[in-house]
Each structure stands twice: as C-alpha cells, then as structure tokens.
C-alpha cells in the first residue's frame, strides 16, 4: 500500500491509500483534529468520488505499471457506466488514455467532461495536450492550433492560483514557438510575452520538465 498527498476538486487535500494494482483503496482525511480513514473514497466536502485530476496523481495511482494502467481504465470505464455524467471520472480516464498514448479515446473522454463542466480547466489542458497526440505542434493543422489556443486563453482565464496559470502560460508559450515563431510566422502574443507571463506567476523547473514529460517531446533550449 503506497499514500499519496491528494487535492480534491473542491480543494480540500488528504492522504490517498493506492493498492497494488494502482487503484485508490480509502482516503485519510483530517475531521474534527483527527485523522479519519475513509474506504468510500468519497469526499466528505463535495461528496464526490476522489479521482486523479492531473497528471501526477494519475502517475502516482499506476506507478509506470501498464497492468495497473489497464486496471485503472477498466475502473474508470466501470464508474462511467454507473454514472455516465461523473465528469472526475470521465477526466481521470482521459488522464489515463494519454499516460497510454490513447490520445484520440482521450479526447473523447475530455470533451465530455468540458462538456459536463464548462468551468474545468484540467479537463481543457489535457484536451489541449491529447490534441498534439505526442507530437510537435509544428506538426499539427492550423485549425488544431487555433482549437488549443482558444483552450489554453480559457484555461488561463479559469487558473485558481498562479501556479496553475504559469503552467498554462508555459504551454501556451511553447505552441507559439513551435508553431509560430519557427515559422517564421507573426502571432499575438509573442512565445517571450507568454514565457514571462509563465515566470511571473512562478514557474519552476519541475513545470518545465513535467509538461514536456506530459507532451512527450523535446523540450527547446529557448524554453
């Protein structure tokens, strides 16, 4: 049994309890100053379903096991099933659709949950991200482009805190280099604009490292 420091939806944070198998067993949360273990994995706040959100938590539910990954899609797929309109579960699944290189069911899986909360903006990250299906941005259609950056404009205008938003920066800022500025092609604003924006709200070299981790591409000297 491994633990890992979890934040829900609604922001309350707790410890998770993840099995061998990569799924999330129970949560301990502290209630009335004390530690209370949950097997429901129900929050007790939002009483919603605790399920990744982001990337790293997704990573921490598989620990690079593909047999766990498998197993975490089924479970995903089993509580979609039981409530088609539980939009964690359906940004969960796509978490683990792009962790496989699934990017086109990851996609589906996005949509819906934008489709369901319009005011996510995980869900509209890593819909951006399935969008590139592990590729350069340079490799992708204009009209692609244009879908991701009107994304990544509504993730920057939903970010709840600023480490959230130099993320979205930072991403926004290797699209208009890649795709842009390689070209040779005028845009607004500029891949440097987007870049300080990022290091104004914080960016940290583990959010460089782990985007370019997520799109699995190099990353450029420039960025």
Known sequence: MREYNYTCTCTNRYTALIDDTGQMVAIKVVMGGKEVQKNDCICPYCRQKVTPTNMRQAKACTNGDQRKLTMAILSMQKNIQTNPDDVASHLALGLFFIMKGGYSDARIQLKKAIDLDPMND??????????????????????????????????????????????????????????FTKKYLRTTPTYQELLYQAMGCGLTVQDRDELFEILRVPRPGCM
Do not use: W
């Open 122 to 179: 995980s869900a509209y990250f890593y819909s951006c991200v399935a969008l590139l299906n592990g590729m350069n941005p340079s490799r992708a259609e204009t009209g692609k482009i244009k879908l991701i950056e009107e994304r990544l404009q509504i993730c920057e205008n939903l970010a709840q805190d600023d480490q959230t938003r130099a993320m979205y920066y930072y991403f926004h800022a290797f699209i208009k280099y890649d795709f």
